[in-house]
């Protein structure tokens, strides 16, 4: 079953806070291989963020997803500072898109991502392709 076409534009609530702990970030760097230099955080750290507002997004029984046809198409952030230990973040995730093909909804969502006095981080772009059970 394709998801309601009229999800394109909706704007879920904030994630919970997330505390960014020197810790948390070199644990992240050691699991992605990536380099933490103990004052910014690894370039795509955000994903930590982005990815539980994705997973309200698609545990919303509303929305229609199934979360086992669901496939993370892209990925990409827009940074406005960046990620540091002792920011305390959280996402609040836009459907900018969304169009069926092949029997395929592609959702092209779109997290803002700020820190605990609202001050914007960085945007965590994200394309899920979620497949219909004939596709």
Avoid: N, W
Avoid at 22 to 31: G, I, Q
Avoid at 92 to 119: F, P
């Amino acid at each position: 079953m394709a998801v309601d076409p009229s999800l394109a534009g909706r704007t879920f609530p904030p994630t919970p806070p997330y505390p960014v702990s020197d810790e948390r970030l070199r644990e992240f760097a050691r699991a992605t291989g990536s380099t933490y230099d103990g004052e910014s955080a690894p370039a795509t750290f955000p994903i930590v963020v982005a990815f539980q507002a994705m997973t309200g997004l698609m545990q919303d029984p509303a929305v229609g997803i199934a979360l086992h046809r669901v496939v993370h198409g892209d990925q990409r952030f827009t940074y406005t500072r960046p990620v540091r230990p002792g920011d305390v973040l959280t996402a609040t995730l836009t459907v900018d898109s969304l169009r069926q093909i092949g029997g395929a909804d592609i959702i092209g969502t779109r997290s803002e991502i700020a820190d605990a006095d609202g001050a914007p981080v960085c945007t965590a772009f994200a394309t899920l392709v979620h497949k219909g059970e004939d596709a």
